[in-house]
């Protein structure tokens, strides 16, 4: 069984940044492509951002490009998603997901954490 916990959010400023992070419990993390989604009241989830197994290979949904960046440790099983010059449109649940394939479809995710959430203030 693949868990994934997210850490990392609270409230911030506009302007501001915030580091997410999600563990994941398995013993072939490494093996994983890993994306970040993330979701407000009364929308769909939404693709932010996706790295390939080894860390080599990113894509970001337009919005953020510039401003976050995925990264990630497959010594510490871990992912993470560094945003700065934060928006109060970034407000949302943000949910990390594991998959084999880098794609923006949360469809094509096998694994998802339970989320954390990010407030923004203007």
């Known amino acids: 069984q693949v868990q994934l916990v997210e850490s990392g959010g609270g409230l911030v400023q506009a302007g501001g940044s915030l580091r997410l992070s999600c563990r994941v419990s398995?013993?072939?993390?490494?093996?994983?492509?890993l994306g970040w989604f993330r979701r407000t009241p009364g929308k769909e989830r939404e693709f932010v951002a996706t790295i390939n197994w080894s860390g080599g290979s990113t894509y970001y949904t337009d919005s953020v490009k510039g401003r976050f960046t995925v990264f990630r440790d497959n010594r510490k099983d871990t992912v993470y998603l560094q945003m700065d010059s934060l928006l109060p449109e970034d407000t949302a649940i943000y949910y990390c997901?594991?998959?084999?394939?880098?794609?923006?479809?949360?469809?094509?995710?096998?694994?998802w954490g339970q989320g954390t959430q990010v407030t923004v203030s203007s």
């Open positions: 997901a594991a998959g084999v394939g880098v794609t923006t479809r949360a469809s094509d995710y096998d694994y």
């Open positions: 398995t013993q072939t993390f490494d093996s994983y492509d």
